[in-house]
């Protein structure tokens, strides 16, 4: 083993690596579209490397004692395990060099498909808003090191003078995070390759040993998660398994195993039977674990007290408590960490020129929360005395909070009080789909979009300019209507069925809504990555919610009078709201998404009053918040999916309701599906190839559903042939009377011409199935 150096006594368990001002987001835009050269994107990443480095030392962390995290990625963390261990999918063989090794334009083929490959499934990582890569696995899947890129940015960052802490996705969560790879018997479970895949992160091990570093961090979140086919005793079964064999390599690291998103609690004695040097468990979404009997002489606990999934400012004196407890596990060390990876906030407050001057001194982001976990370090070192100035300013600023205009609001309290059950309920579903039909008179199998078209240069430029007033409001929401217009004739000419305004009006589908919502702050940088080159701005939630006035009806109604054909309201429900956005952490989230749900109940009432018969709300993250302990469960999807009822449930009888979900595994969240009570429901379903219509079937889900049928988030343009295959497997699981055709998700971040090409193909495919169906 490499020589004993101590965990560092403060450190993140990973960091934001995007950019500062998503020059990393750019870069690789810049090279996909062949604007910039490989050797420019590759200097660009390094160059924000080395950034980060030197910026985490000016804040506290140390140079050369490991506590910097070596967690960049130029996609995904998981895609760089796929790349590093040899487990890319044999449809991009050609890719692999003579060794196996994918390069960098390989690795973003994979992600993002190319011609008639499709790219990797992408799902929600854990209970966040941060999307990777599912591995694709079979029986027959063999693993190796072939990727250099940890052991190189090891020493990218060694040859600067900073000793640094790799971090990889551990094997155990690789392979409960991944799916049976087509072709794959039946109920194959893909731990069942820890035997050949142990090796690999053997070899890593080794090379890292060989380069020098004293310390690896292998993440292993899937051990906090209920929620994965693998049954917790499975998981810890593979854990020790797995780190029997780590262990006894001769020549390598010390290993950290970081549980991040969950508590530990349940797990903890068989992580530390492992023996490994150290142990990062998250005390923000869990609690300290019980160590009776459990022999911690020769571990570090690395205490999460530091919340790295939201940004609100620590309770300094309540976290070193903690931290004092944790003392009393009797471990050879505690050490402060985050609970997980700073890759889910914003980089800093520093960035924040226009955020109100008393909701910033309540807040936290990356290097906010790095200071802070120094500060405990300290404290815990030194004693309470050492930090008693801060702790003190921490504590005054929290009580600001609890007092402060708007946080608490006795007429939206109210409101959420007095709620009955029947404000939740609508008429027999039976009875609104005849009414729905008479009204919408609609072909079957009918086409449409999911709400956005694509966010052109011109629309961007054009939000931006009245932003900074160069544009008056006049001129800019001419261009909006004029963009309307555009996308309504568009459609008109494709020949879809159901139309959308397509949301030009928009910056986000949650922004927009937040800066026209009481309770809500938007930042002006405060950008995390979602997937690959994709950035949001999350708002932040910070008092009780309420609706001064309506938010899209003027926009769907112009829209509305410029065709015969329905077209849709759109929404974003409560829970991608609340998902989307750094919400409260001082009442419970039933509260907010009741206020939410009666802010949209109103919203939806407006768009009806004008004449709108179809509304869509949008809870695409209606799975990404199910908790991941099953004993949280009942409550939240009670609570979940209340506060989208009582969003729609006020609406006529001949008024469709439309929802959109997607991104989630889905069979978890089956009869909620189904309690929302939706009169159509569109899922992300192109890359999974409609896996979840067979469980929709099974469940007896009898209303209308929309399937996805052409993944948006690539490029590529899917063929005629490739959409009516899709049409034609859903048919044999949904009633072909209840069945939609429509893409994936909103086509934001799409290229017109891709956009429409494929809507075209979308078209000529349904009509194709829709004739199948009638000789049928």
């Known amino acids: 083993m490499s020589t004993a150096l101590p965990f560092p006594r403060a450190s993140v368990l990973g960091y934001p690596r995007i950019g500062n001002q998503r020059q990393l987001k750019r870069a690789v835009e810049s090279y996909w579209s062949g604007k910039s050269s490989l050797e420019d994107l590759t200097e660009t990443a390094a160059q924000l490397r080395r950034d980060t480095r030197s910026r985490l ?51 973003f083929t994979v992600a993002r498909g190319k011609g008639e490959d499709a790219p990797l499934e992408m799902t929600k990582w854990f209970d966040t808003n941060y999307h990777y890569l599912v591995p694709e696995l079979g029986p027959d899947s063999a693993f190796s090191l072939v990727g250099t890129q940890y052991v190189d940015q090891f020493n990218e960052a060694k040859a600067d003078g900073f000793v640094t802490r790799p971090v990889v996705v551990g094997p155990v969560t690789f392979l409960a995070l991944s799916k049976a790879a087509e072709g794959a018997p039946a109920n ?41 086919v693998a049954s917790g005793q499975e998981l810890r079964e593979a854990v020790a398994s797995a780190y029997e064999t780590l262990l006894a390599t001769a020549n390598r690291p010390q290993i950290a195993i ?13 992580v530390a039977a492992t023996g490994v ?41 309540d976290k070193l408590a903690i931290l004092e407890r944790a003392e009393g596990l009797g471990a050879a060390a505690v050490t402060v960490t985050t609970s997980t990876s700073l890759q889910h906030v914003p980089y800093t407050l520093d960035a924040e020129a226009k955020l109100d001057a008393e909701l910033k001194t309540w807040l936290s982001f990356a290097e906010e929360k790095t200071r802070e976990v120094v500060t405990l370090a300290r404290g815990l070192a030194e004693g309470r005395g050492a930090i008693e100035e801060l702790v003190t300013d921490s504590r005054t600023a929290l009580d600001r909070r609890e007092s402060a205009p708007g946080v608490n609001v006795a007429e939206v309290r109210a409101a959420t009080a007095a709620l009955t059950a029947t404000d939740f309920d609508r008429e027999d579903a039976e009875e609104r789909r005849a009414a729905q039909a008479t009204r919408l008179n609609l072909p079957p199998l009918p086409t449409t979009t999911i709400g956005s078209f694509p966010q052109t240069t011109a629309i961007r430029k054009a939000r931006a300019a009245n932003a900074r007033g160069e544009l008056a409001t006049e001129g ?23 139309l959308v305004h397509g949301e030009a009006e928009r910056n986000d589908m949650v922004q927009y809504f937040a800066e026209l919502l009481d309770g809500f702050a938007a930042t002006e940088n405060g950008w995390v990555q979602s997937y690959g080159s994709r950035c949001t701005r999350p708002s932040i939630q910070w008092g009780d919610v309420s609706r001064p006035a309506p938010m899209t009806v003027r ?40 206020q939410i749900g009666l802010a949209l109940r109103a919203e939806v009432n407006d768009l009806e009053a004008a004449g709108i018969a179809a509304i869509q709300v949008d809870e695409p993250a209606l799975r990404e918040l199910l908790p991941l302990k099953k004993r949280d469960h009942a409550d939240y999807l009670d609570w979940s999916v209340g506060s989208f009822r009582l969003s729609t449930a006020g609406v006529r ?3 469709q309701i439309h929802t959109h979900l997607c991104y989630s595994e889905f069979g978890e969240v089956i009869d909620a599906i189904d309690n929302l009570n939706a009169d159509v429901t569109s899922i992300e379903a192109a890359r999974s190839r409609m896996e979840i219509l067979p469980e929709l079937a099974d469940a007896g ?8 049928v052409y993944d948006i988030h690539s490029p590529r343009v899917p063929s005629v042939g490739e959409i009516q295959e899709l049409l034609e497997l859903a048919v044999k699981s949904v009633d072909p009377t209840l069945l939609w055709s429509n893409p994936d998700c909103g086509l934001k971040t799409r290229g017109y011409d891709e956009t429409v090409a494929s809507l075209r193909n979308l078209v000529e495919a349904t009509v194709a199935v829709r004739a199948q169906q009638s000789e049928a």
């Open 57 to 107: 030392v000016e804040l506290g962390l140390g140079k050369d004692d490991a506590s910097i995290p070596e967690s960049f990625s130029f996609y995904d963390q998981v895609l760089d395990a796929i790349a590093a261990f040899g487990a890319v999918p044999a449809r991009f063989a050609s890719l692999l060099d003579d060794s196996g090794r994918l390069d960098l334009p390989g690795y």
């Open 188 to 228: 194959f479970n893909p731990l069942t390759l820890l035997p050949a895949l142990v090796p690999a992160y053997v070899s890593l091990l080794e090379q890292l040993a060989e380069a020098g570093a004293p310390w690896v961090q292998f993440d292993e979140p899937a051990l906090v998660n209920e929620n994965l």
């Open 258 to 270: 970081a549980a991040p998103y969950g508590g530990l609690e349940e797990s903890f004695a068989a």
């Open 277 to 317: 040097e150290a142990i990062a468990i998250d005390l923000v979404k869990g609690s300290l674990p019980d160590a009776t009997g459990i022999d911690l002489s020769g571990t570090t606990i690395a205490a999460g007290v530091i919340d790295g999934h939201n940004i609100w400012r620590a309770n300094l004196s």
């Open 476 to 498: 800019y929401e001419q261009a909006m209507r004029d963009e309307i217009a555009q996308v309504i004739a568009l459609q008109e000419e494709l020949g879809l069925d159901v």
């Open 555 to 594: 926009w769907a109604e112009f829209a509305q009078s410029l065709t015969r054909k329905p077209v849709k309201g759109m929404l974003t429900g409560p829970v991608t709201i609340m998902a989307w956005s750094f919400v409260r952490d001082d009442v419970p989230l039933r509260e907010t998404a009741n």
């Open 653 to 655: 009888v001949d008024t």
């Open 701 to 708: 889900y009898s209303r209308g559903v929309g399937p996805g």
